[in-house]
Antibody
Framework: EVQLVQSGAEVKKPGESLKISCKGS????????IGWVRQMPGKGLEWMGI????????RYSPSFQGQVTISADKSISTAYLQWSSLKASDTAMYYC?????????WGQGTLVTVSS | QSALTQPASVSGSPGQSITISCTGT?????????VSWYQQHPGKAPKLMIY???NRPSGVSNRFSGSKSGNTASLTISGLQAEDEADYYC???????????FGTGTKVTVL
C-alpha cells in the first residue's frame, strides 16, 4: 500500500527554523516526483516545489524560491521542507504529494503555526 | 506564474448536474493533456478525481467526468449528491519552472 506519512504539527516563533518530513512507503521512492503544497487557513492549494528523489532534481515555484528548501534522503525514502527563518505568514497546512502528471497520493498534512 | 481561473462557487440541487470550469492559457491547460481535478472536504487532504483531462482513478464514481476545449478544462458532476459538497481544484502541467499550477478553487454547494 502506497503511503506518505508526514511529521506532526509544529508551533514555532517568528525567526525560528523548521524542517518537516514526508516518508514514502509501498513504492519505489526514487521513481516519482514528490511535491510540497501549501494551504493557508481558508485559502486554496499552492504548489511550492517538487523534487525527484532519484537524482534530487528540484524545482521551485517563483513565489517560494529562496523562501524554503526542499530536499530528499532516498536512503530513508523521506522528503523534507525546511525554513531558515519562519514568519507569521508561514502559518498553514503543508501537504506532500506523489506526483506523476497528477497527484495520486497525498500525505495527511502537517500544520505549521508561527506565532509569538 | 498565475493560478488557473475557476468560479468561486457553484451550486445545484440533488440529482442535478453541475460543471466547474478551469481556464488557463496555451502554456498550461491548452498546451498539455495533463489536467487533473481534486476534491477536498473540510479538514481533509485533497483526493484525485480526474487525471489526464478525462480519466477517472479506480474507485471514483462515474458521476464525475472531465473534458477540455482550448484553454478551458471542465469537471462535470452528474446526479449531484450531498456528499459531493466540497472544494474542487483543477491543476495542470505548465511550461514554467514549477511544472504544475493549481486553479483558484471552487466551492460546490448542494442545495
Amino acid at each position: 500500500e502506497v503511503q506518505l506519512v508526514q511529521s506532526g504539527a509544529e508551533v514555532k516563533k517568528p525567526g525560528e527554523s523548521l524542517k518537516i518530513s514526508c516518508k514514502g512507503s509501498g513504492y519505489s521512492f526514487t521513481s516519482y516526483w514528490i511535491g510540497w503544497v501549501r494551504q493557508m487557513p481558508g485559502k486554496g492549494l499552492e504548489w511550492m516545489g517538487i523534487i525527484y528523489p532519484g537524482d534530487s532534481d528540484t524545482r521551485y515555484s517563483p513565489s517560494f524560491q529562496g523562501q524554503v528548501t526542499i530536499s530528499a534522503d532516498k536512503s530513508i525514502s523521506t522528503a523534507y521542507l525546511q525554513w531558515s527563518s519562519l514568519k507569521a505568514s508561514d502559518t498553514a497546512m503543508y501537504y506532500c504529494a506523489r506526483l506523476i502528471r497528477a497527484v495520486d497520493y497525498w500525505g495527511q498534512g502537517t500544520l505549521v503555526t508561527v506565532s509569538s | 506564474q498565475s493560478a488557473l481561473t475557476q468560479p468561486a462557487s457553484v451550486s445545484g440541487s440533488p440529482g442535478q448536474s453541475i460543471t466547474i470550469s478551469c481556464t488557463g492559457t496555451s502554456s498550461d491547460v491548452g498546451g498539455y493533456n495533463y489536467v487533473s481535478w481534486y476534491q477536498q472536504h473540510p479538514g481533509k487532504a485533497p483526493k484525485l478525481m480526474i487525471y489526464d483531462v478525462s480519466n477517472r482513478p479506480s474507485g471514483v464514481s462515474n458521476r464525475f467526468s472531465g473534458s477540455k476545449s482550448g484553454n478551458t478544462a471542465s469537471l462535470t458532476i452528474s446526479g449531484l449528491q450531498a456528499e459531493d459538497e466540497a472544494d474542487y481544484y483543477c491543476s495542470s502541467y505548465t511550461s514554467s519552472s514549477i511544472f504544475y499550477v493549481f486553479g483558484t478553487g471552487t466551492k460546490v454547494t448542494v442545495l
